[in-house]
């Protein structure tokens, strides 16, 4: 065994090594666990249950967390062997792969390249154009921006697959195309937390600033001027100010104005209104904020339903004289009204740290207009705002590069690392069952629907099935695809396929303290190879669970079995009689193709029985076809796994 010896073969990149309990996988190093592709097991030997309760406990867990980092679509690039010391790996290292290239093309704090550096090679490349950056992604892993990088369809078009994931540090994530990134399998995480505070500093210097006529000011006296009754300005305290976005930069300028003296009020179609309570600011409508309002604040993101929200329209109904913030995203206005809005007194006063297009023109007339102040998109720009997003996005992306579910994804279902750790050992199952079903159909395509039946002692409604039926989809989808499915695309990919995957929670009286007990997939309006697996309703139906830490197969059709999901498998049905096993291993011994686990089920004795076979090498058509021609046996079909 591999695990005996001071060299360790690696057959897949994507391995990782991790500790025997599935419910907590804990990484260790590689020496602790073995492989699983053990070729040399004599038939009898591999008959032994004994001995694969052994083997399978030492080996679920390394099963489980190769496959959620197979969901996550990880580090892992090509499928190659690799004979590595392992007395040379460092303990931080996953597993024995190149490291990942993540480039950063603009300037992030030292603090996260530090972090980035330690796990991969990083390359900061910055000031790329469109087609620069398109020509350099197809090297990389992973891609770092912030809000000067324009992350198009077009660049993950050109990332040829290998694009992971894309960290945004900071917030907005409206130059990241995430249709085309969830398309292609790509996570997007971003940095929600660490510059919240800078953008509300940053606002309220911009607000104070305007009231007072600072930065015209400042020009007039650089420029030899003495204007004092020019530049008189007006209070902040006992005006209304509508902070548009109650959400954590909101909420943070809400807080700092109450402490100006202002009266504060928000709108947010999402925010609860207790949460503003508790920050003394009354929740209100669009209308009533924007008609009320000496000052506006923007903090919405920018999406189509937020883009240029405030327009002609929206100027007209404000207070004339009301004053303009915006830190958020330049596109939520409209920049021509503005102007428009400007000159005509509406809008006395805007000050303006985002621009539609950044930087804006020279001579745009918004950045020009005499009652507009400007800053060059500084809100998230301090010093510890900028080491706090470098470290929490780097720690994101790299997080992500080794499989592990982001708190941050930003376009994929967030599952907690308990439930996950928890789904571990059924993650391979999931795609196992789903592999094999779909191997199932005849002709092995035309799947238009798949009902899935969690068995569980738990309550139903407490189970998160989205990791699961993320896995059993790339199991159906990707052999017959080009596409790579993870936890991101999966859903994605099965609409596009037209493949409708319903759902159903079963309360089974079982032990509760395992999320699953069984997992069953039935695929339905198809032909089966194996008319045997074909259910009481006319579905193929195969059902598994886990057993010792890894997948087992436990139904096929009406017919019980009980055979661990690994390697291939030959599937006979066959008159139920004595000799069945033997012959059909003397077939198998004559190519030297060696069995690794064996089980029948039956309807009744000397019924029709099924005769499930786990063999470790691929028999050759000459030996299936000798499989075949034994008399009792009536049909089988062969399944790699
Ligand atoms: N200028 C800069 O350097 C920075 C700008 N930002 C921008 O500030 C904005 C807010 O950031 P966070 O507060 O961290 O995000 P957040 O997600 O915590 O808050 C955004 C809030 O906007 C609300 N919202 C969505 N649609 C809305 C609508 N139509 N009307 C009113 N509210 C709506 C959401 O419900 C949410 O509560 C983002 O656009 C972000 O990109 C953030 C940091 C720095
Ligand atoms: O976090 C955000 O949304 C920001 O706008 C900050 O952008 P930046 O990273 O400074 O380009």
């Known amino acids: 065994m591999a695990s005996s010896s001071t060299k360790h073969k690696i057959f897949s990149s994507s391995s990782?090594?991790?500790?025997?309990?599935?419910?907590?996988?804990?990484l260790s190093k590689p020496s602790a666990l073995s492989f699983l592709h053990n070729t040399s097991k004599p038939l009898v030997s591999s008959l032994k249950q004994n001995h694969h309760q052994q083997q399978h406990s030492i080996n679920h867990a390394n099963y489980s967390l190769n496959a959620i980092k197979s969901a996550l679509k990880t580090i892992t690039t090509t499928t190659k062997t690799t004979t590595i010391d392992k007395n040379?790996?460092?303990?931080?290292?996953?597993?024995p792969i190149s490291r990942p290239t993540i480039m950063v093309s603009e300037k992030l704090g030292e603090a996260g390249l530090q972090v980035l550096r330690e796990f991969g090679h990083v390359e900061c490349v910055y000031d790329m154009s469109p087609d620069d950056l398109c020509a350099k992604i197809s090297a990389c892993d992973a891609l770092i921006v912030r809000s000067g990088t324009k992350v198009t369809r077009q660049v993950f078009e050109a990332a040829n697959g290998r694009l992971k994931v894309v960290g945004r540090a900071g917030v907005g994530i409206d130059n990241v195309d995430l249709t085309a990134a969830t398309e292609f399998g790509c996570l997007v995480v971003n940095a929600p937390t660490a510059n919240t505070v800078a953008a509300a500093e940053h606002g309220i210097a911009l607000l104070a600033a305007m009231a007072r006529n600072v930065a015209q000011a400042d020009a007039s006296i650089k420029a030899g001027k003495w204007q004092r009754n020019k530049y008189v300005g007006v209070s902040l305290v006992g005006k209304t100010l509508a902070v548009m976005g109650f959400g954590k930069v909101g909420s943070e300028v809400a807080r700092r104005a109450k402490g100006l003296g202002m009266h504060v009020i928000a709108h947010d179609p999402y925010a609860a209104a207790d949460r503003a309570r508790g920050v003394g600011v009354d929740l209100v409508s669009f209308e009533q904020a924007i008609s009320t309002a000496d000052f506006v604040s923007l903090h919405m993101p920018l999406t189509p339903a937020t883009s240029k929200l405030f327009n002609d329209e929206t100027f007209s109904k404000m207070k004339k004289g009301v004053r303009i913030v915006n830190v958020a995203r330049g596109g939520v206005i409209d920049e021509d009204a503005l102007v428009r809005a400007l000159d005509s007194g509406v809008v006395a006063q805007a000050a303006l740290d985002v621009f539609t297009v950044e930087p804006p023109p020279q001579d745009s007339k918004l950045v020009q207009h005499e009652n507009v102040i400007v800053t060059p998109h500084l809100g998230a720009s301090t010093k510890?705002?900028?080491?706090?997003?470098?470290?929490?996005?780097?720690?994101?992306?790299v997080g992500a590069?080794?499989?592990?579910?982001?708190?941050?994804?930003?376009?994929?279902?967030?599952?907690?690392?308990?439930?996950?750790?928890?789904?571990?050992?059924y993650v391979a199952l999931a795609e196992k069952l789903g592999k094999l079903a779909m191997q199932l159909v005849a002709g092995g395509t035309g799947i238009k629907s798949v009902r899935v039946v969690y068995k569980t002692a738990r309550d139903p409604d407490d189970f998160d099935t989205r990791l699961l039926r993320a896995m059993i989809t790339k199991g159906i989808i990707e052999p017959i695809s080009s596409s790579i499915i993870n936890l991101v695309n999966a859903d994605y990919t099965a609409k596009q396929k037209g493949l409708r995957i319903s759902e159903e929670r079963v309360r089974v009286d079982s032990s509760p303290e395992f999320p699953v007990d069984s997992i069953q997939v039935q695929i339905s309006g198809v032909e089966s190879r194996f008319a045997s697996s074909v259910g009481e309703s006319g579905e193929i139906s195969i059902e598994g669970k886990v057993k010792y830490g890894v997948p087992y197969l436990r139904y096929v059709?009406?017919?019980?079995?009980?055979?661990?999901?690994?390697?291939?498998?030959?599937?006979?049905?066959?008159?139920?009689?004595?000799?069945?096993?033997?012959?059909?291993?003397?077939?198998?011994?004559?190519?030297?193709?060696?069995?690794?686990?064996?089980?029948?089920?039956?309807?009744?004795?000397?019924?029709?029985?099924?005769?499930?076979?786990?063999?470790?090498?691929e028999p050759n058509k000459e030996t299936l076809k000798k499989i075949g021609q034994v008399p009792a046996i009536e049909e089988f079909v062969f399944l790699k796994l």
């Open 16 to 26: 990782i090594f991790i500790s025997q309990s599935s419910q907590s996988p804990k």
């Open 88 to 95: 040379s790996w460092p303990d931080d290292v996953l597993s």
């Open 384 to 397: 510890e705002a900028q080491e706090g997003v470098a470290i929490e996005i780097a720690e994101a992306v």
């Open 401 to 425: 590069l080794k499989g592990e579910l982001s708190a941050t994804a930003v376009n994929a279902p967030m599952v907690p690392p308990e439930v996950l750790s928890e789904l571990a050992p």
């Open 557 to 617: 059709g009406g017919f019980g079995v009980d055979v661990s999901l690994e390697g291939n498998l030959i599937l006979c049905r066959q008159v139920d009689q004595p000799g069945m096993i033997g012959q059909v291993g003397n077939i198998l011994a004559q190519q030297n193709v060696n069995v690794s686990f064996m089980s029948v089920g039956r309807t009744a004795q000397r019924r029709k029985a099924i005769m499930a076979i786990g063999v470790d090498e």
